[in-house]
């Protein structure tokens, strides 16, 4: 068998995997078709906000819906804007009233099925929990509804509106629960699966990748570049959870970004994990995010600080930049490698085949309606 024909086997033993292991859905999850390619499996989802087609309409409908916002100028696709995976191509993010955030907006890219959310807080495990994060966040301020609540419902007290509450509660009462509630099952509902990799990993089609890619595929899942270990499995990262994964793996890691005392510090102004936990050994970790559509979702890394593709995989290659490389708490899979200019194209070839066009197309056209 050659090389590129054993790591397709290994991809589809992900989905063999799954199969095998397959739990049934519960009847929560019956309600709402995910449309997910066979054999893959549901993501998890909350008893007190099961899956529907209304609140999947409504959060969507407020997804991009300037007004909640307390100035009326930002809405959650003003960051999380579809043609980029659901991220945006700046640096780091800006809130609503100006104020320059200190990371960069991650993609939304199968959020459903990732086990921590933002990029580094352990604690931080459900999508309804980490809405409440830019809604009512005072510093920094992003959306800046707190002390605005009132102004800011009275707004969604329209007809419209209240049929679409109506619709997804069976009552039009509108709240902050409930918006949270709807927001959450339509950012769960934003799943991407039809990438040319999957089409050749899962479907059979041989043709689907390019000859480059697939070799890039074998660099990505050899020992030797190591990937994987931090951006394995069906989603290509280490924080996922689903029907058939409860295990919460804390996929936070310390890449060599930087290392400002040669002792492993990492700017005071954002140092990750350490920050919550408190624990010397997660000073500088961060979250490895899904690799889906990462070919339109730079910049790259928590702060934005690498630019392109190309960037990244160089950044990889010296294991880590600068100071950085020699990290003393930087994660043991950051060892740098030796890396040709054919090899580095064939990567970032691979990295494009996760390109799904039918998800970073599915919301362009979306408008919304004046209530």
């Given at each position: 068998?050659?090389?590129?024909?054993?790591?397709?086997?290994?991809?589809?033993?992900?989905?063999?995997?799954?199969?095998?292991?397959?739990?049934?859905?519960?009847?929560?999850?019956?309600?709402?078709?995910?449309?997910?390619?066979?054999?893959?499996?549901?993501?998890?989802?909350?008893?007190?906000?099961?899956?529907?087609?209304?609140?999947?309409?409504?959060?969507?409908?407020?997804?991009?819906?300037?007004?909640?916002?307390?100035?009326?100028?930002?809405?959650?696709?003003?960051c999380?804007?579809?043609?980029?995976?659901?991220?945006?191509?700046?640096?780091?993010?800006?809130?609503?009233?100006?104020?320059?955030?200190?990371?960069?907006?991650?993609?939304?890219?199968?959020?459903?099925?990732?086990?921590?959310?933002?990029?580094?807080?352990?604690?931080?495990?459900?999508?309804?929990?980490q809405?409440?994060?830019?809604?009512?966040?005072?510093?920094?301020i992003?959306?800046d509804?707190?002390?605005?609540?009132?102004?800011?419902?009275?707004?969604?007290?329209?007809?419209?509106?209240?049929?679409?509450?109506?619709?997804?509660?069976?009552?039009?009462?509108?709240?902050?629960?409930?918006?949270?509630?709807?927001?959450?099952?339509?950012?769960r509902?934003?799943?991407?699966?039809?990438?040319?990799?999957?089409?050749?990993?899962?479907?059979?089609?041989?043709?689907?990748?390019?000859?480059?890619?697939?070799?890039?595929?074998?660099?990505?899942?050899?020992?030797?570049?190591?990937?994987?270990?931090?951006?394995?499995?069906?989603?290509?990262?280490?924080?996922?959870?689903?029907?058939?994964?409860?295990?919460?793996?804390?996929?936070?890691?310390?890449?060599?970004?930087?290392?400002?005392d040669?002792?492993?510090?990492?700017?005071?102004?954002?140092?990750?994990?350490?920050?919550?936990?408190?624990?010397?050994?997660?000073?500088?970790?961060?979250?490895?995010?899904?690799?889906?559509?990462?070919?339109v979702?730079?910049?790259?890394?928590?702060?934005?600080?690498?630019?392109?593709?190309?960037?990244?995989?160089?950044?990889?290659?010296?294991?880590?930049?600068?100071?950085?490389?020699?990290?003393?708490?930087?994660?043991?899979?950051?060892?740098?490698?030796?890396?040709?200019?054919?090899?580095?194209?064939?990567?970032?070839?691979?990295?494009?085949?996760?390109?799904?066009?039918?998800?970073?197309?599915?919301?362009?056209?979306?408008?919304?309606?004046?209530?």
């Amino acid at each position: 068998m050659s090389a590129i024909g054993f790591v397709k086997v290994v991809c589809c033993l992900f989905l063999s995997c799954f199969l095998l292991a397959c739990n049934p859905p519960t009847a929560n999850q019956n309600e709402y078709d995910w449309k997910l390619p066979k054999g893959f499996p549901s993501p998890l989802v909350p008893q007190d906000n099961p899956m529907s087609v209304a609140k999947v309409a409504l959060g969507k409908k407020l997804f991009f819906d300037v007004k909640l916002s307390f100035n009326q100028t930002t809405s959650c696709a003003t960051c999380h804007q579809p043609q980029f995976a659901f991220s945006e191509p700046k640096k780091t993010a800006v809130g609503s009233t100006g104020q320059k955030h200190r990371r960069n907006t991650q993609s939304l890219v199968n959020i459903a099925y990732n086990s921590n959310l933002t990029w580094a807080h352990s604690g931080l495990n459900q999508i309804e929990q980490q809405i409440l994060i830019p809604m009512f966040s005072e510093d920094p301020i992003e959306l800046d509804i707190t002390g605005h609540e009132n102004v800011v419902l009275q707004r969604f007290e329209n007809k419209s509106y209240l049929k679409l509450f109506e619709n997804a509660f069976d009552d039009s009462q509108v709240n902050f629960d409930k918006i949270v509630k709807a927001l959450a099952s339509y950012v769960r509902s934003l799943t991407s699966f039809a990438s040319a990799f999957d089409e050749y990993a899962y479907q059979g089609n041989d043709d689907a990748m390019t000859d480059a890619a697939k070799r890039g595929m074998e660099l990505f899942f050899s020992e030797k570049f190591e990937c994987f270990h931090c951006h394995g499995g069906f989603n290509f990262t280490q924080s996922s959870q689903h029907e058939n994964q409860r295990l919460d793996l804390r996929p936070f890691h310390n890449t060599g970004l930087y290392n400002v005392d040669e002792k492993g510090a990492y700017p005071i102004f954002d140092q990750g994990l350490i920050e919550v936990t408190l624990q010397p050994n997660d000073m500088g970790k961060f979250r490895a995010p899904t690799l889906r559509n990462v070919e339109v979702s730079a910049p790259y890394m928590h702060d934005g600080s690498l630019a392109t593709l190309d960037d990244v995989v160089e950044f990889y290659a010296a294991g880590g930049r600068g100071h950085g490389a020699a990290n003393p708490l930087k994660s043991p899979f950051l060892a740098g490698f030796e890396l040709e200019l054919q090899q580095k194209q064939d990567l970032i070839a691979f990295l494009q085949s996760l390109t799904d066009q039918q998800f970073l197309n599915s919301n362009l056209n979306y408008q919304l309606e004046t209530p």
